[in-house]
């Protein structure tokens, strides 16, 4: 079964840097979308970042452009998010999932920046 498992959250100073990991199972991963979501207390889950199966054409969300970068590796079944500038308000659960798969999520992982 399709399954995401995601690490690399921590607690990190404002300005710090943070690199995410998700490794997907479960599906061909060369062939699909992958993409980065968070929630932050007491919000909606939001997209963060979309790649194509290919690496290629990257999209970001606005307050997170020229701060985030995603990225894959199809030979390991893993997306990555490094994350750099990070600001309080960056802090949440980072969740990744494929938009083919849209019902499936893990259990995420904490980014909390805080001095």
């Known amino acids: 079964q399709v399954q995401f498992v995601e690490s690399g959250g921590s607690l990190v100073q404002p300005g710090g840097s943070l690199r995410l990991s998700c490794v997907a199972s479960g599906f061909t991963f060369s062939n699909y979308y992958m993409s980065w979501y968070r929630r932050a207390p007491g919000k909606e889950r939001e997209w963060v970042a979309q790649i194509s199966n290919g690496g290629n054409w990257p999209n970001y969300e606005d307050s997170v452009l020229g701060r985030f970068t995603i990225s894959r590796d199809n030979t390991k079944n893993t997306v990555y998010l490094q994350m750099n500038s990070l600001k309080p308000e960056d802090t949440a659960v980072y969740y990744c999932?494929?938009?083919?798969?849209?019902?499936?999520w893990g259990q995420g992982t904490q980014v909390t920046v805080s001095s």
């Open positions: 999932n494929s938009p083919s798969f849209p019902d499936v």
